[in-house]
């Protein structure tokens, strides 16, 4: 059974702190991504990893870093938290080539700021 | 600027209705687009579709892409309330690695 698992379910941080969250895939897949997800908005990439140690900016990278020093983990990184970061953060990964382009989820890290 | 966008934002049904959930998109040169089921929880994969056409159909829960007019839809039919949900429409976009692009999703209520 494929898997993906966040470190955290539910994580309250105060302003200034660096926030680490984590994401493990079993599958052996390429390809890991970063989404948050908050209401009115949809999910929004905020970066994604297609190999070890290489990563891309998403759509909304500001504020964010990431690390994948190994294949199957993928680290989303705040440097220093603020209040407009509390949201949902989801994880996702998927095999490459063309032939899928499944993404599978984990269970999501919901992120306070206070 | 949106790429994804889906209609309508949320619904009300009752149980027995059929129900069709559109998503539109302005990409026209992408492999694929995908529907998810997000309820309390981490969205689900229910279909990717990458030829115009072809329907493709999961028990009560079927999806069409049309390629030319540049949308989808997703059918349920006969719902119950396990139905209930948030729906995603996603569409992976041209020189952008395997990342998807969501749509924000449609909310649907199924009440008994």
């Known amino acids: 059974d494929v898997k993906v698992t966040q470190s955290s379910r539910y994580l309250v941080k105060r302003t200034g702190e660096k926030v680490f969250l984590e994401c493990v895939q079993d599958?052996?897949?390429?390809?890991m991504f970063w989404y948050r997800q908050d209401p009115g908005l949809g999910l929004r990439l905020i970066y994604f990893s297609y190999d070890v140690k290489m990563k891309e900016k998403g759509d909304i990278p500001e504020g964010y870093s990431v690390s994948r020093e190994k294949k199957e983990r993928f680290s989303l990184i705040l440097e220093s938290a603020s209040t407009n970061q509390t949201s949902m953060y989801l994880c996702?990964?998927?095999?490459?080539?063309?032939?899928?382009?499944?993404?599978?989820f984990g269970p999501g890290t919901r992120l306070t700021v206070l | 600027e949106d790429k994804v966008v889906q209609s309508p934002l949320s619904l009300v049904v009752h149980e027995g209705d059929t129900v069709t959930l559109n998503c539109s998109y302005e990409v026209t040169n992408f492999r694929s687009l995908l529907w998810y089921k997000q309820e309390k929880k981490a969205p689900t994969f229910l279909f990717m579709l990458t030829s115009s056409g072809i329907e493709k159909k999961s028990g009560r829960l079927s999806s069409i892409l049309d390629k030319k007019e540049l949308f989808s839809i997703l059918n349920i039919t006969a719902t119950q309330t396990g139905d209930s949900a948030v729906y995603l429409c996603a569409v992976d976009l041209p020189n952008s690695g395997y990342a998807l692009n969501f749509g924000k999703g449609t909310s649907l209520l199924v009440t008994p």
């Open positions: 996702a990964s998927s095999p490459s080539g063309r032939a899928s382009n499944e993404q599978f």
């Open positions: 599958m052996d897949h390429e390809n």
